[in-house]
């Protein structure tokens, strides 16, 4: 059992399910502490508990899930995380407005589908744009430079650029 367990933890897709799972229980409690027992609307509490799970969510991430060190890209991470996490905002906010207020979801419920929703799409920019180890990505390449369909462009550290 343990053997499953320890291999199940090598894979980057079950480290990005417990560190959502854990970003979303914190959003999902703070969420019910507001709503519940400070009488906060529902959905002004879910901007504020979004956000606490903003914070979870970048740590596990960067961390955890990624396994990215490297400390001279945090804040350019941070900002795309961030950018990624206001739009996440932005949706979560009209999908709980519309599960709620039109379908007559109970808010935990519609708040319980709406981040499984949100998480599927959000593992792809993690993955692809946010936590990418560009070290690795052009380590390949010649001279180390980004391909020009790479966004952002993001230099080596070490390496001149090309000039052509």
């Excluded at 933890?9 to 502490?33: D, E, H, M, Q």
């Excluded at 589908?113 to 593992?123: E, F, K, P, Q, T």
Aim: proline letters at 4%.
């Amino acid at each position: 059992m343990g053997e499953i367990i320890q291999f199940l933890i090598k894979l980057k897709i079950t480290r990005y399910v417990v560190s959502g799972g854990t970003a979303a229980f914190a959003n999902l409690t703070l969420l019910f502490i507001l709503t519940e027992v400070a009488g906060m609307w529902y959905l002004a509490s879910s901007v504020v508990s979004f956000m606490a799970g903003f914070a979870v969510s970048f740590t596990l991430q960067k961390f955890w899930t990624f396994q990215d060190v490297r400390r001279e890209v945090i804040p350019r991470q941070l900002m795309l995380h961030f950018g990624a996490a206001l739009g996440t905002l932005c949706l979560n906010t009209l999908l709980l407005y519309l599960s709620v207020d039109v379908f007559g979801l109970w808010y935990m419920f519609a708040q319980f589908l709406v981040s499984g929703m949100l998480a599927i799409g959000s593992y792809f920019i993690y993955n692809l744009y946010i936590f990418e180890n560009a070290a690795k990505r052009f380590s390949l390449q010649a001279g180390g430079v980004a391909p020009a369909a790479s966004f952002p462009p993001i230099a080596v550290p070490g390496t001149a650029p090309r000039k052509f």
